[in-house]
Structures are given as C-alpha cells and as structure tokens.
C-alpha cells in the first residue's frame, strides 16, 4: 500500500524545495507547507538571491527547465517574455525571477493547499504514523512526510586560518557577502581561497562592483572551470562506457582523442550516477580524492561570456591564479599576511591580502555543520553521513537512512547534499529529475499511472 501523504513539510525553499512543492501541487491531493528561514531566499536560494547582472547560468536555457517532462517550459517563459532563446546562458538572477514567478503561480492556484512559514525548524521527531517539527519559536508543525531541502553547507574554514583570522572584519567565510568591496582601494590584493566556480563569481562581483586592484586564486592545483564550446556540441552516447568507476578516466581519455573533451564528458551524463551508484566504496573515495578536482572543471563549466571576461582580467594582470597551500595566517596593519607554498616546491612565500574570502565551495560533513536542525537530527541519530561524509546518508528513493540504516519513509532529503548517493545531483536538470521522481512518489502518481 502506497504511504499515505496527505501533508508534506519542506524544510528550505532554495531551488530543489520550491521546486518540490510546485511539482506537489502540480499532481494534486497533497497539502505542502514550505519552512524557510531567509526570506529573500525563497524560490532563489544562494545561488539566484545572491546573484549580480555579471552572474550568468552554466547550462544553456535549453536545458533549464523545471520540470523534468516538459523540457521547453524554460526556454517558453524567456519568448513569452521576449528574454532570449533556447541558446543563451540566461543571467541566474533571471531564472531566479522565473522560479519566483512558478512559485506566485501555484500559490494563487493553490487555495490552501500551499503555505509557506518563515520560520527555522530547529527539531524533528516522530509522532504517530507521521513527524513533527519544532520551530526556532517553539511553534509545532505536524506533517505526513518531512523533506530536508538543505542545499549546500557553507564552506569550511580553511586549513591554515587562525581563529583570529577567522574573527576579523577582513576575513570573508561567506563569498557572497554585500559588504565584500567596502574599504578597498585600487592598490589592494584581494586573495581567494579556492578557483573553482565560486572564486569565478567573486571575480566578478569585485570587477563590477569598481574593484581595481589584484585578485590572487589560491587552490592546491591552481584549476579553474573550463569554458563551453561556442555551440553545444552534438553528444550521443554511441558505446557502452566504462563498466567501473575506476575506470572512467580511461574511457574519457580516449573518448576526447576522438569526440573531443566536451563531448566526451557530456555524453555521460546519462549514466554517471548509474556508474557512482555501481562503485564501491574505496572506488568512490579514490574518485573524490584524486580525480574530483579534475573532473568538476570539465564537468560544470563557463558560459563563454563569463569565460571571456576572466580571461581578460586574467590578461590584465588584475587575476592570477596559482597552484599551492596555504600554510598559516595572521593579522597584521596592513591586513592578513599568508605564508603558502607553491604546488612542487618547498619554499615559503609570503603575501599580505587587504581581505581574504573563502571560496573553496559548498561543503558536505554533518559532522561540522553548524546547522541546529541538523545538529539535533545527528543527536537522535535520525540521519547520519554518508559514508563518504559529503552529505546525508540517502537511498535510491531519496529516503534518509538513520543511524541503525533503516531507510524512513517519513523522512527524506534532496539536492546537493545527496551527492554520496547520486554524485551528479547538484545541477539543475539532475535537480529536476530527483524532484520530479519523488513528487510522483509522494503524490502515489506513479502509483495512478501504473493502473491506466
């Protein structure tokens, strides 16, 4: 017998929560209550509220659609309102605004069937045949099934950041920060901790935002995302990839000698998560620790327009990025002075940054998040981590496996941090097709299909 879901809880309204409600309301016969603490973050999250004009999406608007069995929706909603086509990197704080619109939209159709609490949920229990949640105000919601749509954690702080560093003013643990470019002067370094796609978009932020001093990229490898082709490439997955994990890379290599890099990364999305989902455990963690890096800067890349203008900061002088680890830190008048070294070699080398901004991405380990719900969940071992302790611990359905590895049917998690389960989750169109799964489940859709 299907589990019955007369009510379900969202915790957190980013992208993947939203979505989940929408998608909810679309099949019907569910009442969704939608939890977000951050207001200004509903339907948006991190990556769209915060987002400037310069910020650009990495996948074509073609690709960009919410729903998983309506492929144009997106790329229907920018011609409706003469925005662009199916062939543009669309700004992301404009697909914010078209998330926003489908979320305005089902609240109208909605009646009472949708509501959204401003609230945090600090507490989770069961109750009966369903959960309860506890708020930051001592309120309580009763639900059917909770889902935690959490995103991703904030990035740890760095090795090598002193607790004083960490403490002053010009010390920036949160890259997406308003108040960044106060106070700097066109004769400051700027250094940050990472260069993948986070430190491209604080790049950005500081050049439109009249920055003209240097910016230093500082990432064990020295990295950074690799651009799309001028047009997207005709991909086709013409032979049976690697059987194993470990042995992507290979197939990749060769793949690229004939198709190209682009093509031969991109013609797996189809079954990278079936390939995660087969490896075993050393498998995976060998994959995270020496190929991640590798495969994140081929995998999630630039539009061309954003590739063109680092490029030119690159050229300017006004961008360096370089290879090596940091070593320590330490207040100083003049800022924070860093001694790192540089990847190959063993001699120390010092720098003074006016601010130093953390840019070395969303983070995964529960076990460090500051987090009260999940905090509190870790203590009633509700959930536990993954066991490559990048995310929550989650079966194929989405399900939250807890400490004794029970699967809950009355607890769920998606998005980012399902990545030990799904790895390639994390974009919008593997967003779309966990969301979209587990709103048919929810709404026993599958369930009424599988009759007609």
Same mark, same amino acid.
């Given at each position: 017998?299907?589990?019955?879901?007369?009510?379900?809880?969202?915790?957190?309204?980013?992208?993947?929560?939203? $979505?989940?409600?929408? %998608? =909810?309301?679309? !099949?019907?016969?569910?009442?969704? *209550?939608?939890?977000?603490?951050?207001? /200004? @973050?509903?339907?948006?999250?991190?990556?769209?509220?915060?987002?400037?004009?310069?910020?650009?999406?990495?996948?074509?608007?073609?690709?960009?659609?919410?729903?998983?069995?309506?492929?144009?929706?997106?790329?229907?909603?920018?011609?409706?309102?003469?925005?662009?086509?199916?062939?543009?990197?669309?700004?992301?704080?404009?697909?914010?605004?078209?998330?926003?619109?489908?979320?305005?939209?089902?609240?109208?159709?909605?009646?009472?069937?949708?509501?959204?609490?401003?609230?945090?949920?600090?507490?989770?229990?069961?109750?009966?045949?369903?959960?309860?949640?506890?708020?930051?105000?001592?309120?309580?919601?009763?639900?059917?099934?909770?889902? $935690?749509?959490?995103? %991703? =954690?904030?990035? !740890?702080?760095?090795?090598?950041? *002193?607790?004083?560093?960490?403490?002053? /003013? @010009?010390?920036?643990?949160?890259?997406?920060?308003?108040?960044?470019?106060?106070?700097?002067?066109?004769?400051?370094?700027?250094?940050?901790?990472?260069?993948?796609?986070?430190?491209?978009?604080?790049?950005?932020?500081?050049?439109?935002?009249?920055?003209?001093?240097?910016?230093?990229?500082?990432?064990?490898?020295?990295?950074?995302?690799?651009?799309?082709?001028?047009?997207?490439?005709?991909?086709?997955?013409?032979?049976?990839?690697?059987?194993?994990?470990?042995?992507?890379?290979?197939?990749?290599?060769?793949?690229?000698?004939?198709?190209?890099?682009?093509?031969?990364?991109?013609?797996?999305?189809?079954?990278?998560?079936?390939?995660?989902?087969?490896?075993?455990?050393?498998?995976?963690?060998?994959?995270?620790?020496?190929?991640?890096?590798?495969?994140?800067?081929? @995998?999630?890349?630039?539009?061309?327009?954003?590739?063109?203008?680092?490029?030119?900061?690159?050229?300017?002088?006004?961008?360096?990025?370089?290879?090596?680890?940091?070593?320590?830190?330490?207040?100083?008048?003049?800022?924070?002075?860093?001694?790192?070294?540089?990847?190959?070699?063993?001699?120390?080398?010092?720098?003074?940054?006016?601010?130093?901004?953390?840019?070395?991405?969303?983070?995964?380990?529960?076990?460090?998040?500051?987090?009260?719900?999940?905090?509190?969940?870790?203590?009633?071992?509700?959930?536990?981590?993954?066991?490559?302790?990048?995310?929550?611990?989650?079966?194929?359905?989405?399900?939250?496996?807890?400490?004794?590895?029970?699967?809950?049917?009355?607890?769920?998690?998606?998005?980012?941090?399902?990545?030990?389960?799904?790895?390639?989750?994390?974009?919008?169109?593997?967003?779309?097709?966990?969301?979209?799964?587990?709103?048919?489940?929810?709404?026993?859709?599958?369930?009424?299909?599988?009759?007609?």
């Amino acid at each position: 017998m299907p589990l019955r879901t007369e009510h379900v809880a969202i915790v957190g309204a980013g992208f993947a929560g939203t $979505l989940l409600a929408i %998608n =909810l309301l679309r !099949h019907g016969g569910t009442r969704v *209550t939608l939890i977000e603490r951050q207001p /200004e @973050r509903i339907a948006r999250g991190v990556a769209y509220a915060a987002a400037g004009a310069e910020h650009l999406l990495n996948v074509r608007a073609g690709n960009m659609s919410a729903f998983d069995d309506d492929a144009t929706h997106f790329v229907r909603w920018l011609e409706r309102n003469e925005l662009g086509d199916a062939t543009m990197f669309a700004p992301r704080r404009l697909y914010g605004a078209y998330l926003r619109e489908l979320l305005e939209e089902s609240l109208r159709g909605s009646g009472a069937e949708l509501r959204i609490v401003h609230a945090e949920a600090v507490a989770l229990s069961r109750r009966d045949a369903g959960c309860r949640l506890t708020l930051a105000d001592g309120a309580s919601l009763d639900a059917d099934v909770v889902v $935690l749509a959490p995103g %991703n =954690l904030p990035p !740890h702080t760095p090795p090598g950041i *002193t607790a004083e560093v960490e403490c002053s /003013e @010009r010390y920036f643990g949160d890259p997406w920060a308003h108040n960044l470019v106060e106070g700097l002067k066109a004769i400051d370094t700027v250094v940050l901790i990472g260069s993948g796609l986070t430190a491209v978009d604080v790049a950005l932020s500081l050049d439109a935002e009249g920055f003209a001093g240097t910016v230093i990229a500082v990432s064990r490898r020295g990295l950074r995302p690799h651009v799309h082709a001028a047009m997207p490439p005709a991909v086709g997955l013409r032979e049976k990839p690697a059987d194993r994990l470990s042995d992507l890379v290979r197939h990749v290599r060769r793949r690229a000698d004939e198709i190209g890099w682009r093509g031969a990364v991109d013609e797996l999305r189809p079954v990278t998560q079936l390939l995660w989902g087969g490896a075993d455990e050393i498998t995976r963690a060998r994959f995270l620790r020496h190929l991640r890096p590798f495969w994140d800067v081929h @995998r999630h890349r630039l539009a061309p327009a954003v590739a063109t203008r680092i490029g030119a900061l690159v050229g300017a002088g006004r961008l360096r990025i370089a290879a090596g680890k940091l070593a320590t830190s330490r207040l100083v008048p003049e800022g924070i002075e860093l001694t790192w070294r540089r990847r190959s070699e063993s001699a120390i080398e010092t720098m003074t940054a006016a601010r130093v901004v953390n840019c070395t991405g969303p983070q995964g380990d529960l076990m460090r998040s500051p987090e009260p719900l999940i905090a509190s969940l870790l203590a009633a071992g509700a959930i536990q981590p993954d066991p490559l302790r990048i995310g929550i611990h989650v079966d194929q359905q989405s399900r939250v496996i807890d400490a004794s590895g029970c699967a809950n049917d009355r607890l769920y998690c998606i998005g980012p941090m399902t990545r030990g389960a799904f790895w390639e989750v994390v974009a919008v169109p593997d967003l779309r097709r966990q969301n979209g799964a587990l709103a048919r489940r929810l709404t026993h859709a599958e369930w009424v299909n599988a009759a007609l």
